[in-house]
């Protein structure tokens, strides 16, 4: 045959180290504040939640952090993962466009968060850690670190969202064949579940409850520590390895460096494991790819959203951050990506977008839907409702391409497979799903309830420390 | 790193053949024969329901088929699939034995099923059949014609048992999502379902009926075809693919021929891919690779069953097989492992079994279970539970090889994931599975029923022919 489908690296391919942007970055993220006093806080203070070796990458200025051994030993139960070059889905849109997209469901438990649950689960065993704690919502991010505990025989508790814990078996079933335990939240194991099982009983749950539940367990026992899927740059640095290989695969196809990076976009870990890499050669050697954050309409906080301090968490427990944000309480519409449905952006991604080193558009989900079902039918794999965002982006691109005969090269970040959100596909064959797209105006009133200082201010505290 | 975990194959290492072990066989299959006259049917009579490259497949006495160009090139959306050395599964078991085993969960249905569906597809459209339809069960073969289908731009009518229809809904999802039409059978659609929802309107169906329709609608349409999943030859043939790429993984890593190779046996052709190009090896070179088939306690037909003529199906439609059998009128334990609920095996290795150059045995689906949730703990992948035979055949010679002190290799085929299976994990953690042995009389009382010619009253009117 003459063209290949796949462009796959050997196991001695997977990159050696983690790429850290921070060192790179114009102006770095500024720090996280204490919500009490409005003053800075330094690492020490996640030291009840975290071991030392992430709460080190977390403020890390190098530009790249090794990869232990061990790590990359786990890592190449699925790494490298494929890169797929979209032939079917080109011709099905007619277009010249180049398509190209990196493979993470080919992981256990089927998209890109094993590569950084592994690296935590393994720093925690190393620091002695008995157990790790985390909360989950559809259960993809729990299902990843109940793997990766497997690997490095810590136990792992999951919170996950009642109403999930009840309408996903599936899900559930998997972290207990990996042998976590699972529970469902608000439980009796804490005071914060206790607290609001007291004052509702049926209560479905929600996110931030959950967190709360395996934060408390974490801070209330010496070796037990907490465990955070996105957000954090040192989750987000773990998933850099996506983009990095990514950058051997086009090379290796003899492919031009992409004019078109696409990822979906939640707390900004998925987006910045395929991207940063792509912004790295921005920032190093002049290259002009244009990366671009997929959000859903029902949570624009990327295109419409504020740049301010706001609290990582529902219920405003975690420290001030700066981000691009709906305001911690507002509640997302329920859209089937569940995993997009966070309110705000991580830090480092948010400085980024704040400096134009990055971009956003955001889709509605019944045209990622629509995408999703051509993609399957193109290319075989039914992508995941988040990856559908993306999924969304590039073909909106390669219409353009066709539009003006111009022959791009897009690539894009598969995240994940929808072996576990068939349901959602069939809410949107029967026509269920809605539009929800929030307006600017009511982004507006969402937003003026946030009540933290302005990026100006702290801004001006630290010029004046 | 210093070893692999995983032996790639570029796409260029497709192979360009199907295996057709009939060229090699010592005693060739008898003929099937016509249930009403006794008699041997020939090709023609399979022509209402095949196209004729495939019924040509089907009796070729070839010892390699040619696998056309366009075949390949969409086997090349996810083959070669990886072959894993299971290095975290040796340490757990503390085995001197080698571990290898062969992933087929990365095709886009999740198992080996597609590795049919596609050339079937393919001859189907090349003959200008506008649609296919099949029956399917828990879903597996129906998601893989219905991909296969899709790549080629023919209509799939997919005839689903009505309790799976009605307690399955993800994997009827994943059918539409690939465009298939999708019906709870019995339906309306035909004489066959009409018949029987008169008799019981709330009947749940079973998979017999679901044939009856399937098979009506092709026989009553002259520009659509019906497809089966296993059983027959050239089924088998095709999926000798998976067998050869793992030949070539062996010797890329190195490794010896295995001692033993292992596979869940349904009707066959999970079984016969992997194996029969390894029996090939031992029928032209000399070699002596133990080639044996795990099936359930629950269906032994190959351990406990009888060799002689039966019919295919249950209702009694099809001509008649030799073949080891339970009687067709059994109906098996309901095992979660429905794609091995089967109470008969195809002609080929049904043959190869009676002439000792394959081997059976039958395990139990609690011991089954118990291995599939070792491995997912210790090589991440969740596995199907037709596959889980095949992970406790290993487990249990991996044991052996312990107390041997014997450091023997052995393949075996990871057939697929249990990401639509997960109820059935459910159902093993919550204690609710039970042990289904049938007992060699239970067996015989079942073979009794039997209305069929005997092997040797068919060899002898042939003789006299």
């Known amino acids: 045959m003459s063209k290949n489908r796949k462009i796959t690296l050997s196991e001695s391919e997977i990159p050696t180290h983690w790429y850290n942007v921070v060192a790179d970055m114009p102006n770095k993220p500024l720090p996280p504040l204490n919500p009490g006093t409005g003053e800075p806080i330094g690492p020490e203070a996640l030291a009840p939640l975290f071991p030392m070796e992430l709460i080190k990458q977390e403020v890390s200025q190098e530009q790249f952090v090794e990869i232990p051994e061990e790590v990359r030993d786990i890592y190449a139960m699925w790494r490298p993962t494929p890169m797929f070059r979209a032939y079917n889905l080109e011709k099905m849109l007619d277009t010249p466009a180049k398509i190209y997209y990196k493979y993470e469901g080919?992981?256990?438990?089927?998209?890109?968060?094993?590569?950084?649950?592994?690296?935590?689960?393994?720093?925690?065993?190393?620091?002695?850690?008995?157990?790790?704690?985390?909360?989950?919502?559809?259960?993809?991010?729990?299902?990843?670190?109940?793997?990766?505990?497997?690997?490095?025989?810590?136990?792992?508790?999951?919170?996950?969202?009642?109403?999930?814990?009840?309408?996903?078996?599936?899900?559930?079933?998997?972290?207990?064949?990996?042998?976590?335990?699972?529970?469902?939240?608000?439980?009796?194991?804490?005071?914060?579940?206790?607290?609001?099982?007291?004052?509702?009983?049926?209560?479905?749950?929600?996110?931030?409850?959950?967190?709360?539940?395996?934060?408390?367990?974490?801070?209330?026992?010496?070796?037990?520590?907490?465990?955070?899927?996105?957000?954090?740059?040192?989750?987000?640095?773990?998933?850099?390895?996506?983009?990095?290989?990514?950058?051997?695969?086009?090379?290796?196809?003899?492919?031009?460096?992409?004019?078109?990076?696409?990822?979906?976009?939640?707390?900004?870990?998925?987006?910045?494991?395929?991207?940063?890499?792509?912004?790295?050669?921005?920032?190093?050697?002049?290259?002009?790819?244009?990366?671009?954050?997929?959000?859903?309409?029902?949570?624009p906080k990327l295109t419409k959203g504020v740049f301010r301090y706001d609290f990582g968490d529902t219920v405003g427990m975690t420290p001030l951050i700066p981000m691009y944000t709906l305001g911690h309480t507002f509640v997302p519409a329920k859209i089937h990506a569940g995993g997009l449905r966070y309110h705000g952006a991580g830090a480092v991604v948010s400085q980024l977008l704040a400096d134009g080193l990055i971009g956003a558009e955001a889709i509605d989900q019944l045209e990622t839907f629509e995408a999703g079902v051509m993609f399957a039918k193109a290319e075989g794999i039914v992508p995941a409702p988040e990856a559908n965002h993306g999924v969304a982006s590039v073909i909106r691109k390669a219409k353009e391409c066709k539009e003006s005969g111009e022959s791009k090269t897009i690539l894009f970040n598969m995240c994940g497979h929808g072996n576990f959100d068939m349901l959602a596909y069939q809410d949107y064959f029967a026509g269920n799903l809605k539009k929800h797209e929030m307006t600017q105006s009511e982004v507006d009133e969402a937003t003026s309830k946030i009540d933290a200082p302005t990026i100006e201010s702290v801004q001006e505290m630290l010029a004046n420390m």
Chains 1, 2 share one sequence.
């Open 106 to 299: 080919v992981s256990p438990s089927g998209s890109h968060k094993p590569n950084t649950a592994v690296p935590q689960a393994y720093y925690n065993m190393k620091e002695g850690v008995k157990k790790i704690t985390t909360e989950t919502g559809a259960g993809q991010w729990g299902s990843a670190l109940s793997f990766a505990c497997s690997m490095f025989n810590i136990e792992c508790e999951v919170y996950m969202v009642r109403i999930s814990y009840d309408q996903k078996p599936y899900r559930k079933m998997m972290m207990q064949t990996w042998g976590a335990d699972v529970y469902p939240s608000p439980s009796e194991r804490t005071q914060a579940g206790q607290k609001i099982l007291a004052q509702d009983p049926d209560t479905p749950g929600s996110l931030g409850i959950a967190i709360s539940e395996a934060v408390e367990m974490a801070a209330m026992n010496d070796d037990v520590k907490y465990s955070l899927g996105s957000v954090l740059n040192h989750v987000l640095m773990h998933q850099t390895i996506i983009g990095q290989e990514a950058i051997k695969q086009l090379e290796k196809d003899g492919a031009d460096l992409p004019d078109f990076v696409y990822a979906p976009f939640g707390g900004g870990s998925n987006f910045a494991g395929l991207s940063l890499p792509f912004v790295h050669l921005n920032l190093t050697q002049g290259t002009n790819i244009q990366c671009i954050a997929s959000e859903p309409t029902s949570a």
